[in-house]
């Protein structure tokens, strides 16, 4: 089983929806959760940080964790079309002192 | 501030060549990162340091060495570059103090081995 696995996409929505993307992850013992940001040829970029069950909100993103389902999600509400990127999501794996990333889910908002 | 640099952005090398990728960051920051990234596999960890003076492998170590030169600096080496190494190269750097946990990654280096 994969450390931590999300759907490759592309995950296409339009214009002022809301896109959703989801991320499970194996290491019962985690505590710290994180979504990045990748445009293409640029590097990722700190969007939300999570470390509590329930919901966290910042500007039109909202992150979601639910430690007992081992499960974190990211809603972006008015979708527009620079969100159109790559996001990752990552966790701090027990024991070890760097974070673990899955391998992303493209997204694509059409105007 | 520049956060986190990385030289070179893009190098091209032949099979067997050894290059150093080097990265600094100006945040005062501990820990320090390699990743590699391939098309469809995400970020790979390939070598950390958490603190001045210490390195830790990660996932992908093989074919690798670095230094952590001091607390500003944290370098790669290839010794003898392989077509398989042949991948996108991010630095990066963790503030965890505060409470706040953020990872800050360089521009990357480009790197093809032929």
């Known amino acids: 089983q994969k450390e931590v696995e999300q759907n490759s996409g592309p995950l296409s929505v339009p214009e002022g929806a809301i896109a959703s993307l989801n991320c499970t992850y194996s290491?019962?013992?985690?505590?710290?959760f994180f979504w990045y940001r990748q445009y293409s040829g640029k590097s990722p970029e700190l969007i939300m940080s999570?470390?509590?069950?329930g919901d966290k909100e910042d500007g039109r993103f909202t992150a979601q964790l639910n430690k007992a389902s081992q499960y974190v999600s990211l809603l972006i509400r008015d979708s527009q079309p620079s969100d159109s990127a790559t996001y990752l999501c990552?966790?701090?794996?027990?024991?070890?002192?760097?974070?673990?990333f899955g391998s992303g889910t493209r997204l694509q908002v059409q105007p | 501030n520049a956060g986190v640099t990385q030289t070179p952005k893009f190098q091209v090398l032949k099979t067997g060549q050894s290059m150093t990728l080097q990265c600094a960051q100006d945040?005062?920051?501990?820990?320090m990162y390699w990743y590699r990234q391939d098309p469809g596999m995400g970020l790979r960890l390939i070598y950390y340091s958490a603190s001045e003076g210490t390195t830790d492998k990660g996932e992908v170590p093989n074919g690798y060495n670095v230094s952590r030169l001091n607390k500003r600096e944290f370098s790669l080496r290839l010794e003898s570059a392989a077509p398989s190494q042949t991948s996108v190269y991010f630095c990066?750097?963790?503030?965890?103090?505060?409470?706040?946990?953020?990872?800050?990654f360089g521009p990357g280096t480009r790197l093809t081995v032929l």
């Open positions: 945040m005062n920051h501990n820990s």
């Open positions: 990552a966790f701090d794996p027990t024991g070890r002192r760097a974070l673990t």
């Open positions: 990066a750097s963790r503030d965890i103090a505060g409470g706040a946990d953020t990872q800050y």
């Open positions: 290491d019962r013992g985690s505590q710290s």
């Open positions: 999570i470390y509590s069950n």
